[in-house]
């Protein structure tokens, strides 16, 4: 497959089961931050999740009350989404086009997707569909490379890339954090970006792990033979550090909102 960003942030179609099993949620604590940097609560707010993919981060939105429409560009994720999700409206489209109307919402969300937009088009898109005090609030969520292992495994996944990958970089597999340099944040809203970090864990069986790294879109641009070599290699380095099979994966997110 030919790497393009195009190619590579709809990479995610090929896998939607696997991204939607795997792929960690989101704590409460972030919802709360979101929330308190927006200043209203999601019950009765109008929300529009932009990237929602199989919507990982959509469903406690909805669970807190607000009146929440998907938007996702990718086939395979909206069909994921909307059996996972059967009671929340999706539409087609992506953040550099909204197929929302202007002046509506109270609330948009990217959950990790603000990165595959083009900040030139999404940003005045933004600001077209919230009302006037509504929020952009943009998250990511990374294991936590302050943990050994994981930083021993994110300097083995970018050594991986680095040495004949598909060419797209590693991007935010394994520990990407706030250094990585396609997380930037979009300048000229009403008020500045202000910032919370979340740290939270899961505990999970380690082939769950592996299958979470291979849902990044860095292994899925690789495809099965190259990225299982790395799995295999991967398992038997995690092995001796959870004895119990049993992985505790540490994350941070870091979420940025700003009032319009
Ligand atoms: C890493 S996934 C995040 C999905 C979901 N928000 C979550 O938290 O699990 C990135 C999503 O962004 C979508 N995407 C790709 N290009 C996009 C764009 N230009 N605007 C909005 N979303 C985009 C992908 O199809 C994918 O569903």
Redo the contacts with the bound molecule.
Sequence with gaps: MTTTPRSR??S?DTAAALYAAH?PGYPEALYDAVEELAGRRFAGARVAD?????G??TAPMRARGAEVVAV???DG?AAEFRVRNPGIPIVRG???RLPLAGARFDLLTF???WH??DPERALPEARRVLRPGGALAIWWNDLDGSAAWVAEQSARIHAFFEAGGPGGGAGAVGGGGADSGFRTLPRGLGSAFATRSVAWSRRIPLEAHLANLSSHSAFLMLGGAGTQAFLDAERERLRPLFPDGVVEEPYVVSVSVAVV
């Design positions: 942030a709809r995610f792929r932009v990237g929602a993919g199989t990982i981060g996702e560009p990718g994720m992506d953040g550099n959950a990790q997707s595959w937009t």
